[in-house]
């Protein structure tokens, strides 16, 4: 391999540098006093040499640098049994904690990365170091090193001054000590005779005289420091001579040892090429032959029971996965497979499957041998891929079922990638891996499908560390080689589609199917696999297994002919070759390309200051709880960091499958931002991606920003995320101050700031104090208010088990800094002298020296905490005693999502509807302030109530599903066709029976006094409602009715029965209620507008239906006053139980489906109606069900009567009712888990299942 490229900053051993030389190597010399016979980490080792160095007297090194460049040199380089080198960056060290090692040594590493990054790498230090270890760490003094000689390293991020290291470093360790170090031109004497002598040292100086003795100190360039827990002993100063003969001899040596390294490496790398040639000639002929058995192709397995590895577990309560393997032979592969599993897999995740197609050579006695938990199943003759995969699917008890080919190779850390992007989202229903072939390259990241039926496998043959193969993509579909599915899924569309047997074209299949469902397709890079392609099927398209692909495209192509219109066409036909397989970015494209399954979220482009590290601030917490809600709600996100941010959370973001740019040198004007990094062409991105939204993030982000994005992208809405009124909070801070230069600054900013508001197309506020606060100063601008999001969180320890006081904030916010000096200094104090065993603890980012000052016997001050619920869920109190500020306090809403109550300021309380000793305890002076924590410290009672009423508001108004109609109402006033009425969403399902539906329809049109519009959604009539209901499609959207806003006509060309209808109905509203309604339904005078009422009673309501003639329950009414059969005087009965009824209405558990209001946020929520339910019945039980679960209420509407008919389709499908009703109860009852043997129409306490609460695997995809 090549040297390595000398930067100017890497230390290079084979350079001639004599004074980075002997820099480099003075401090891995020193270093090597405390290694010997010990395990030592290597962070930031570069190309290897010190790491290599110190492996000749520790037991054992890991050597880890960021660069894979370096890593792969120094493992090439330097060799020895004990020593290892890893890709891993300083703020995410590739070890265990079961790794931890006595020495970890880092030579000029965290002065290379912001301030953020360096409290992460001490953590990761904390983290690996055993409780006695040492660190030996070195950076450069700033003053010495930049300020003195005004230099500036353009490699250096955050360097440090002798007292900030010190300070740093006792943040982790009791006992720290700093040395310095430089070079020095230098005389020695020595005694020649004992060993050991004290030394003296004499100074000399340049003076105008020449050489004179001087007293002045010597300026430490670098600075060392030795830390530990454990008391130090022997750090000691040390001096390095160059003796050139000596030297040279070493190195000699040391060229010696690698060229008889290298050596040994030529001999291994020989006996590699000529295995290697062996198994491409074997690949060579298994490609080329038909699969036709060979009995004796492979030897028997006699003896190998204890060469593989038990696989899978003895027994589990519960199986996440399982694994199902088709065989046909190839039993090395199969073989190689499993020992890959058993050492890559862990064994509690899965459960095995090994479906044998009558194999007849070494496969079933290698099957005999297995061990564990492994479950082999056997077919007396070649039943085919499908069949094979159905077949152990039916035995799988696991939520998700992974089929896996026996010809791949599963890579360290695949089945937990996957498994985490399948539960990151309810609505993903397969998840397929990075195949690779064995040489390396890239066999397949993610799949397209073309308008011919035609596939590509993404990125085959290319480099698979490509970022375009590293990110998590939406894609048409994944390979079955290795593909992840739901198993409620899998069932629900009854296996791979037997018209694909023996196999190919079955996993495409059913990807389309899952889409078809609404479910999404993803690919997951970080699941890497290496497959052995064609080993059972062969390559030759014409013979064997292979000729089905072309078959069998045709098949599919047949198929899925009315969706396949809408993908793209083939490279054949366009001459290029596609971009991407992210169904995402193909969306955002600007030629646009229909997306085939289901409608997308608008494309949004987020710029911020830096990457959302939601775990050190509030704002950064909000912002990316709103990045998953888009992503929930369909958006394709694009994230720009203009400063960046650590690595960790750009993976976090891009595992959502958010493109991710950043840092943005051209932008960063801070000397703690990186800018070694490439620029981001904001221009390209606008020109390549049509984005419907940019969300901007601070006024200051929109002054670098707005105007380029107006000018490349003209047609993108503007959003500015105020995040807090900054001139606000300034004007309050120079009041407090009585600070005249602050009063002109925030005068200053007033101006700025107004001004760029005045540009955006809308403004989102966190408060609604805030939104007051612009609407007088910026008018005819959309406003929305977004608060910060908080997650329900579990109950921490009681009353009693908690003591002490908690303020989280970061330190960077000035506004927290003045909070806490205030608060020790002067309200602390007087608590103290009341409650004097009261103590503080102060978590947060970057405490300054003045917060740090703070810490001693009664207050803790921890800086950054990875994890602020341990001090949450033990704290009796948490304090917010800000003075000046504005937005949302993350703060208090932490605590109370936690049940831990409040005492705040004023200011700290504005804007989340707190109200003074219901939710939080209010005082705005340091006496008053005092009392109010010990009354709350004291009073129990008081505690218990502020603890369960602050938890209640927080999960009423700051959780996700709270805030997610919020977030979608800013992305819809800006991304689709404005509107400014309440609108009602009615969706009606058709199936032959025109006359029904046309008596359904004018009486909506007749009756239906609210904006509205018409989805109606025909399940493949056969008469003539499909041509009827065109004419109204024209008649109403060229607004011939005076309420009804638009018609839309979905049409079906196969009966997709009640549940999947009406989800189709579901996905094309765009209502803020929707009314899901049988076309056997006649509306009455004023019908919608008791619906809503109803609605509106109360914020927890989410379904209402009304009462009817034709229902079981109590919304019936037994003895209506009109003709059933004409309908003669049905408006006149309705209007008269109306007035006999007026507002009444009351709670039930349950709404019937025939015709049901349901709130925009239920949908959200619980998703649509469950499609195993098929034509009809228990489908609106089910959705109730899960309502309720949800922590909605369902109400009937006592004032508001319709006519229904009652059972027309199953009597126009000549389809036995009851048959059905107790088919569809059996599937309720499996569903829910209630006993078997309950009969139908028997009454179920339910109770048990709505303590559960909604969980993910409720919620039903309509889209």
Same mark, same amino acid.
């Given at each position: 391999?090549?040297?390595?490229?000398?930067?100017?900053?890497?230390?290079?051993?084979?350079?001639?540098?004599?004074?980075?030389?002997?820099?480099?190597?003075?401090?891995?010399?020193?270093?090597?006093?405390?290694?010997?016979?010990?395990?030592?980490?290597?962070?930031?080792?570069?190309?290897?040499?010190?790491?290599?160095?110190?492996?000749?007297?520790?037991?054992?090194?890991?050597?880890?640098?960021?660069?894979?460049?370096?890593?792969?040199?120094?493992?090439?380089?330097?060799?020895?049994?004990?020593?290892?080198?890893?890709?891993?960056?300083?703020?995410?060290?590739?070890?265990?904690?079961?790794?931890?090692?006595?020495?970890?040594?880092?030579?000029?590493?965290?002065?290379?990365?912001?301030?953020?990054?360096?409290?992460?790498?001490?953590?990761?230090?904390?983290?690996?170091?055993?409780?006695?270890?040492?660190?030996?760490?070195?950076?450069?003094?700033?003053?010495?090193?930049?300020?003195?000689?005004?230099?500036?390293?353009?490699?250096?991020?955050?360097?440090?001054?002798?007292?900030?290291?010190?300070?740093?470093?006792?943040?982790?360790?009791?006992?720290?000590?700093?040395?310095?170090?430089?070079?020095?031109?230098?005389?020695?004497?020595?005694?020649?005779?004992?060993?050991?002598?004290?030394?003296?040292?004499? &100074?000399?100086?340049?003076?105008?005289?020449?050489?004179?003795?001087?007293?002045?100190?010597?300026?430490?360039?670098?600075?060392?420091?030795?830390?530990?827990?454990?008391?130090?002993?022997?750090?000691?100063?040390?001096?390095?001579?160059?003796?050139?003969?000596?030297?040279?001899?070493?190195?000699?040596?040391?060229?010696?040892?690698?060229?008889?390294?290298?050596?040994?490496?030529?001999?291994?790398? $020989?006996?590699?090429?000529?295995?290697?040639?062996?198994?491409?000639?074997?690949?060579?002929?298994?490609?080329?032959?038909?699969?036709?058995?060979?009995?004796?192709?492979?030897?028997?397995?006699?003896?190998?029971?204890?060469?593989?590895?038990?696989?899978?577990?003895?027994?589990?309560?519960?199986?996440?996965?399982?694994?199902?393997?088709?065989?046909?032979?190839?039993?090395?592969?199969?073989?190689?497979?499993?020992?890959?599993?058993?050492?890559?897999?862990?064994?509690?995740?899965?459960?095995?499957?090994?479906?044998?197609?009558?194999?007849?050579?070494?496969?079933?006695?290698?099957?005999?041998?297995?061990?564990?938990?492994?479950?082999?199943?056997? &077919?007396?003759?070649?039943?085919?891929?499908?069949?094979?995969?159905?077949?152990?699917?039916?035995?799988?008890?696991?939520?998700?079922?992974?089929?896996?080919?026996?010809?791949?190779?599963?890579?360290?850390?695949?089945?937990?990638?996957?498994?985490?992007?399948?539960?990151?989202?309810?609505?993903?229903?397969?998840?397929?891996?990075?195949?690779?072939?064995?040489?390396?390259?890239?066999?397949?990241?993610?799949?397209?499908?073309?308008?011919?039926?035609?596939?590509?496998?993404?990125?085959?043959?290319?480099?698979?560390?490509?970022?375009?193969?590293?990110?998590?993509?939406?894609?048409?579909?994944?390979?079955?080689?290795?593909?992840?599915?739901?198993?409620?899924?899998?069932?629900?569309?009854?296996?791979?589609?037997?018209?694909?047997?023996?196999?190919?074209?079955?996993?495409?299949?059913?990807?389309?199917?899952?889409?078809?469902?609404?479910?999404?397709?993803?690919?997951?890079?970080?699941?890497?696999?290496?497959?052995?392609?064609?080993?059972?099927?062969?390559?030759?398209?014409?013979?064997?297994?292979?000729?089905?692909?072309?078959?069998?495209?045709?098949?599919?192509?047949?198929?899925?002919?009315?969706?396949?219109?809408?993908?793209?066409?083939?490279?054949?036909?366009?001459?290029?070759?596609?971009?991407?397989?992210?169904?995402?970015?193909?969306?955002?494209?600007?030629?646009?390309?229909?997306?085939?399954?289901?409608?997308?979220?608008?494309?949004?482009?987020?710029?911020?200051?830096?990457?959302?590290?939601?775990?050190?601030?509030?704002?950064?917490?909000?912002?990316?709880?709103?990045?998953?809600?888009?992503?929930?709600?369909?958006?394709?996100?694009?994230?720009? $960091?203009?400063?960046?941010?650590?690595?960790?959370?750009?993976?976090?973001?891009?595992?959502?499958?958010?493109?991710?740019?950043?840092?943005?040198?051209?932008?960063?004007?801070?000397?703690?931002?990186?800018?070694?990094?490439?620029?981001?062409?904001?221009?390209?991105?606008?020109?390549?991606?049509?984005?419907?939204?940019?969300?901007?993030?601070?006024?200051?982000?929109?002054?670098?920003?707005?105007?380029?994005?107006?000018?490349?992208?003209?047609?993108?809405?503007?959003?500015?995320?105020?995040?807090?009124?900054?001139?606000?909070?300034?004007?309050?801070?120079?009041?407090?101050?009585?600070?005249?230069?602050?009063?002109?600054?925030?005068?200053?900013?007033?101006?700025?700031?107004?001004?760029?508001?005045?540009? $955006?197309?809308?403004?989102?506020?966190?408060?609604?104090?805030?939104?007051?606060?612009?609407?007088?100063?910026?008018?005819?601008?959309?406003?929305?208010?977004?608060?910060?999001?908080?997650?329900?969180?579990?109950?921490?320890?009681?009353?009693?088990?908690?003591?002490?006081?908690?303020?989280?904030?970061?330190?960077?916010?000035?506004?927290?800094?003045?909070?806490?000096?205030?608060?020790?200094?002067?309200?602390?104090?007087?608590?103290?002298?009341?409650?004097?065993?009261?103590?503080?603890?102060?978590?947060?980012?970057?405490?300054?020296?003045?917060?740090?000052?703070?810490?001693?016997?009664?207050?803790?001050?921890?800086?950054?905490?990875?994890?602020?619920?341990?001090?949450?869920?033990?704290?009796?109190?948490?304090?917010?005693?800000?003075?000046?500020?504005?937005?949302?306090?993350?703060?208090?809403?932490?605590?109370?999502?936690?049940?831990?109550?409040?005492?705040?300021?004023?200011?700290?309380?504005?804007?989340?509807?707190?109200?003074?000793?219901?939710?939080?305890?209010?005082?705005?002076?340091?006496?008053?302030?005092?009392?109010?924590?010990?009354?709350?410290?004291?009073?129990?009672?008081?505690?218990?109530?502020?603890?369960?009423?602050?938890?209640?508001?927080?999960?009423?108004?700051?959780?996700?599903?709270?805030?997610?109609?919020?977030?979608?109402?800013?992305?819809?006033?800006?991304?689709?066709?404005?509107?400014?009425?309440?609108?009602?969403?009615?969706?009606?399902?058709?199936?032959?029976?025109?006359?029904?539906?046309?008596?359904?329809?004018?009486?909506?049109?007749?009756?239906?006094?609210?904006?509205?519009?018409?989805?109606?959604?025909?399940?493949?009539?056969?008469?003539?409602?499909?041509?009827?209901?065109?004419?109204?499609?024209?008649?109403?959207?060229?607004?011939?009715?005076?309420?009804?806003?638009?018609?839309?006509?979905?049409?079906?060309?196969?009966?997709?029965?009640?549940?999947?209808?009406?989800?189709?109905?579901?996905?094309?509203?765009?209502?803020?209620?929707?009314?899901?309604?049988?076309?056997?339904?006649?509306?009455?005078?004023?019908?919608?507008?008791?619906?809503?009422?109803?609605?509106?009673?109360?914020?927890?309501?989410?379904?209402?239906?009304?009462?009817?003639?034709?229902?079981?329950?109590?919304?019936?009414?037994?003895?209506?006053?009109?003709?059933?059969?004409?309908?003669?005087?049905?408006? *006149?009965?309705?209007?008269?139980? $109306?007035?006999?009824?007026?507002?009444?209405?009351?709670?039930?558990?349950?709404?019937?489906?025939?015709?049901?209001?349901?709130?925009?946020?239920?949908?959200?929520?619980?998703?649509?109606?469950?499609?195993?339910?098929?034509?009809?019945?228990?489908?609106?039980? *089910?959705?109730?069900?899960?309502?309720?679960?949800?922590?909605?209420?369902?109400?009937?509407?006592?004032?508001?009567?319709?006519? &229904?008919?009652?059972?027309?389709?199953?009597? *126009?499908?000549?389809?036995?009712?009851?048959?059905?009703?107790?088919?569809?109860?059996?599937?309720?009852?499996?569903?829910?888990?209630?006993?078997?043997?309950?009969?139908?129409?028997?009454?179920?306490?339910?109770?048990?299942?709505?303590?559960?609460?909604?969980?993910?695997? &409720?919620?039903?995809?309509?889209?």
């Amino acid at each position: 391999m090549d040297e390595l490229a000398f930067t100017g900053e890497r230390f290079l051993s084979h350079l001639d540098y004599p004074e980075i030389a002997y820099e480099h190597w003075h401090r891995y010399l020193y270093a090597s006093g405390w290694v010997a016979g010990k395990t030592v980490l290597d962070i930031a080792c570069g190309e290897g040499y010190g790491s290599y160095f110190l492996a000749q007297t520790a037991r054992r090194v890991v050597g880890v640098d960021i660069s894979p460049e370096a890593v792969m040199h120094a493992s090439t380089h330097y060799l020895s049994a004990n020593l290892e080198f890893k890709t891993g960056s300083v703020d995410q060290i590739p070890l265990a904690e079961a790794e931890s090692v006595d020495v970890i040594v880092s030579f000029e590493t965290l002065e290379h990365v912001p301030a953020e990054t360096q409290q992460a790498f001490l953590l990761e230090v904390k983290r690996l170091l055993k409780p006695r270890g040492v660190l030996i760490i070195s950076t450069p003094n700033k003053y010495h090193y930049s300020d003195v000689p005004q230099y500036k390293n353009e490699y250096h991020v955050h360097e440090f001054y002798i007292k900030e290291f010190h300070a740093f470093l006792a943040q982790g360790f009791k006992h720290v000590e700093v040395l310095g170090q430089k070079i020095f031109p230098a005389s020695v004497i020595w005694h020649l005779e004992q060993n050991g002598r004290a030394w003296r040292e004499h &100074h000399l100086e340049q003076t105008n005289r020449g050489l004179q003795p001087s007293a002045t100190p010597k300026k430490d360039i670098y600075n060392i420091a030795v830390c530990s827990n454990a008391p130090l002993v022997g750090v000691d100063n040390a001096l390095l001579l160059d003796l050139s003969e000596r030297i040279w001899r070493l190195r000699d040596q040391q060229l010696a040892l690698l060229q008889q390294k290298n050596q040994s490496l030529e001999k291994q790398l $020989a006996e590699k090429n000529t295995e290697l040639e062996r198994l491409q000639a074997g690949l060579t002929k298994l490609k080329t032959e038909e699969p036709v058995p060979a009995k004796n192709s492979f030897p028997k397995a006699s003896g190998q029971r204890d060469q593989i590895e038990p696989l899978g577990a003895a027994s589990r309560p519960q199986t996440a996965v399982s694994i199902i393997i088709p065989l046909f032979n190839q039993a090395v592969y199969t073989r190689q497979c499993l020992e890959a599993l058993a050492q890559n897999t862990p064994a509690d995740k899965f459960e095995l499957i090994l479906v044998d197609n009558a194999s007849t050579d070494a496969t079933p006695e290698l099957l005999r041998c297995l061990e564990g938990d492994v479950q082999v199943i056997r &077919h007396e003759k070649n039943e085919g891929f499908v069949n094979a995969c159905n077949r152990g699917a039916q035995a799988a008890k696991g939520k998700y079922l992974l089929f896996l080919n026996n010809d791949t190779v599963p890579l360290s850390g695949w089945l937990e990638a996957m498994l985490r992007l399948a539960e990151s989202d309810p609505v993903i229903g397969a998840v397929g891996a990075k195949l690779m072939y064995p040489d390396g390259k890239l066999q397949e990241a993610g799949a397209l499908i073309f308008n011919d039926g035609s596939g590509w496998n993404f990125g085959r043959g290319d480099d698979p560390a490509k970022a375009a193969y590293n990110r998590v993509a939406e894609v048409d579909y994944c390979s079955g080689a290795c593909l992840l599915v739901r198993r409620n899924l899998f069932e629900q569309l009854q296996g791979f589609d037997k018209r694909y047997v023996p196999a190919y074209y079955e996993d495409t299949d059913l990807c389309f199917g899952l889409r078809k469902l609404g479910f999404k397709v993803m690919y997951c890079p970080e699941a890497a696999v290496v497959h052995f392609e064609g080993v059972t099927a062969g390559t030759n398209l014409q013979t064997g297994y292979k000729k089905y692909q072309a078959l069998h495209r045709e098949t599919f192509a047949r198929k899925w002919k009315r969706e396949l219109q809408h993908q793209d066409h083939s490279p054949e036909v366009t001459r290029q070759a596609p971009v991407t397989a992210d169904r995402a970015r193909l969306r955002a494209l600007p030629a646009g390309r229909a997306e085939a399954f289901h409608p997308a979220g608008p494309n949004v482009l987020v710029i911020d200051p830096t990457l959302p590290m939601h775990d050190r601030a509030s704002g950064c917490l909000r912002l990316f709880g709103v990045l998953k809600i888009m992503r929930q709600q369909g958006c394709a996100v694009t994230f720009i $960091a203009r400063s960046g941010g650590p690595t960790q959370y750009r993976r976090e973001l891009e595992s959502m499958g958010i493109r991710v740019y950043g840092p943005d040198p051209a932008k960063i004007t801070n000397s703690h931002a990186p800018v070694n990094a490439p620029p981001v062409d904001l221009r390209a991105i606008l020109s390549k991606t049509s984005f419907q939204v940019a969300w901007l993030s601070f006024f200051q982000i929109a002054e670098e920003y707005l105007a380029e994005i107006r000018q490349w992208s003209p047609a993108t809405k503007i959003v500015i995320d105020t995040v807090d009124v900054h001139f606000l909070r300034e004007e309050r801070q120079a009041e407090l101050l009585g600070d005249d230069r602050l009063r002109q600054q925030a005068k200053a900013t007033r101006l700025r700031e107004l001004e760029i508001y005045r540009r $955006a197309d809308a403004l989102v506020t966190v408060t609604a104090a805030d939104q007051s606060v612009l609407e007088g100063q910026v008018t005819g601008k959309p406003m929305f208010v977004v608060p910060n999001v908080h997650a329900r969180q579990p109950n921490g320890a009681p009353y009693e088990q908690r003591q002490g006081l908690l303020f989280v904030g970061n330190f960077n916010h000035l506004p927290n800094q003045d909070a806490m000096l205030f608060f020790a200094l002067e309200v602390f104090p007087k608590i103290r002298a009341i409650l004097p065993e009261v103590k503080l603890q102060i978590i947060g980012n970057n405490p300054p020296a003045a917060i740090q000052n703070l810490a001693g016997e009664s207050i803790q001050v921890t800086g950054y905490v990875p994890e602020t619920k341990p001090y949450l869920n033990l704290s009796r109190i948490s304090v917010a005693p800000l003075r000046y500020g504005a937005g949302m306090k993350g703060k208090i809403g932490e605590a109370l999502s936690h049940g831990v109550p409040v005492v705040t300021t004023s200011i700290g309380a504005e804007g989340m509807g707190l109200v003074p000793d219901e939710h939080v305890l209010i005082a705005d002076d340091a006496g008053s302030f005092a009392q109010a924590v010990v009354r709350l410290y004291q009073d129990r009672e008081l505690w218990l109530r502020l603890a369960k009423n602050g938890r209640r508001l927080v999960e009423s108004n700051f959780t996700p599903e709270a805030i997610a109609p919020q977030v979608k109402a800013v992305l819809g006033a800006t991304s689709g066709p404005e509107r400014t009425e309440a609108l009602t969403s009615l969706v009606i399902l058709t199936h032959n029976q025109r006359a029904l539906t046309q008596a359904c329809l004018e009486s909506v049109l007749r009756h239906t006094h609210e904006p509205f519009e018409l989805i109606v959604v025909d399940n493949a009539s056969t008469d003539d409602t499909v041509a009827y209901l065109s004419s109204w499609e024209v008649s109403i959207n060229f607004g011939e009715h005076k309420y009804c806003r638009r018609f839309t006509l979905v049409s079906n060309p196969v009966n997709r029965g009640f549940a999947a209808g009406n989800n189709q109905g579901i996905a094309a509203a765009q209502g803020d209620t929707l009314v899901l309604m049988n076309n056997d339904v006649v509306v009455t005078p004023g019908w919608l507008t008791r619906l809503l009422r109803c609605a509106q009673r109360n914020p927890k309501i989410g379904v209402v239906g009304p009462m009817t003639n034709y229902v079981s329950g109590p919304q019936k009414v037994e003895t209506p006053g009109y003709r059933l059969d004409t309908l003669e005087g049905l408006d *006149d009965f309705a209007r008269d139980f $109306a007035r006999e009824h007026a507002d009444e209405a009351f709670p039930h558990w349950r709404v019937v489906g025939f015709c049901m209001l349901i709130k925009r946020e239920v949908i959200e929520k619980i998703g649509g109606l469950d499609g195993r339910f098929g034509l009809g019945n228990f489908e609106d039980d *089910d959705f109730s069900l899960r309502a309720a679960l949800a922590k909605f209420e369902s109400w009937i509407a006592r004032d508001c009567y319709v006519h &229904h008919v009652g059972s027309r389709t199953f009597a *126009d499908l000549n389809l036995d009712y009851r048959e059905s009703l107790e088919k569809n109860w059996r599937i309720f009852k499996n569903k829910w888990r209630l006993p078997a043997a309950v009969p139908l129409g028997t009454s179920v306490d339910l109770t048990p299942i709505l303590r559960g609460g909604f969980k993910a695997r &409720h919620y039903c995809a309509y889209r």
